[in-house]
């Protein structure tokens, strides 16, 4: 893409977001004259009309609403290629990119990473995405290192560790089977339940548990993440099924317990195809050990009520 190109559409999303080239011009640093320049060269050259000009306002056209879902990613690309840039230039190479699903990333990657933070002094992100994502990211090489559930994606990434996350029961408060020690999940037939449907490759854990020992539901809400299952069960629209590092996160919230029957969900660790060793090898156990505080604080405040 030519330069000039660049700057006229970083002209028409200035407008598109002030909705006038007085405040895209300020925020771009332009003139005026300048910026509605720039946005009537992009629309003759690519033959669209991006604004409705028959009223005192700009308002963009169908087009325009088009484009600018597109620039938000291009631009956002654009800039943590600037980011990168300054840091290679500063001597910060050692940038640690994590992608993980929502509940790894959310709630289990904090601690190990202010660790991690701790004893190797860098820079970090991490993307929280599906599973399906965390994969390509990692596939791609725009991350180092992949926490997600298995994804029909082929070989082409290196798995190097699963980490088992326990899951527990979670229900409204003032359910009749909060006072319980350990539930049976046949003790829960018939009742409303929030169910948990992500982008599984090779099934979901849930729906095998359920088959597998027989217990017929039919979901009140249907959501694909656990974070929200909580939230709908704090609201009293049913009982739960999530992963371990969620229920600590909402255990003062809801009701956790354990189940009679047991079910986990596997996380795929997971580096660049072309890496065979990672000197974030160290990291798995910052991770595991985190989990294992979760789930074992988790138990011990069941077992003081």
Do not use: W
């Not at 087009?63 to 990613?73: C, G, P, Q, S």
């Not at 319980?180 to 929030?194: H, M, N, T, W, Y």
């Amino acid at each position: 893409m030519l330069p000039q190109r660049l700057h006229q559409l970083r002209a028409f999303l200035a407008v598109y977001q002030a909705g006038s080239v007085t405040l895209a011009a300020e925020m771009l640093h332009l003139s005026q004259p300048a910026v509605t320049k720039l946005v009537h060269a992009l629309e003759a050259q690519v033959g669209i009309v991006l604004f409705d000009r028959s009223r005192r306002r700009l308002t963009p056209t169908r087009e325009a609403v088009v484009l600018r879902n597109e620039l938000d990613t291009l631009f956002s690309t654009l800039d943590r290629t600037d980011s990168l840039l300054n840091a290679l230039r500063n001597g910060l190479d050692g940038r640690l990119h994590i992608a993980a699903v929502p509940a790894v990333g959310n709630f289990l990657i904090p601690g190990p990473l202010s660790v991690h933070l701790a004893q190797r002094p860098s820079q970090a992100s991490v993307t929280v995405a599906s599973s399906a994502t965390v994969n390509s990211l990692v596939q791609s090489g725009a991350a180092d290192i992949g926490f997600c559930l298995p994804v029909n994606a082929g070989d082409m990434v290196n798995v190097r560790h699963v980490i088992t996350l326990p899951s527990f029961l979670v229900l409204p408060r003032s359910h009749r089977l909060s006072h319980s020690r350990c539930v049976d999940i046949a003790q829960l037939e018939g009742d409303p339940f929030v169910t948990v449907n992500q982008n599984y490759g090779f099934g979901n854990p849930l729906v095998d548990f359920f088959r597998t020992h027989g217990f017929h539901h039919t979901p009140r809400v249907e959501t694909q993440s656990n974070a929200v299952a909580c939230g709908l069960v704090e609201a009293g629209v049913g009982f739960a099924i999530v992963d371990a590092p969620t229920a600590y996160n909402y255990r003062k919230r809801i009701c956790v317990l354990p189940m009679a029957q047991e079910i986990s969900f596997p996380i795929r660790v997971i580096y660049p195809p072309s890496v065979e060793r990672s000197s974030l090898d160290h990291f798995i156990p910052l991770v595991e050990k985190e989990l294992e505080r979760m789930t074992s604080e988790i138990q011990n405040e069941l077992a003081g009520h």
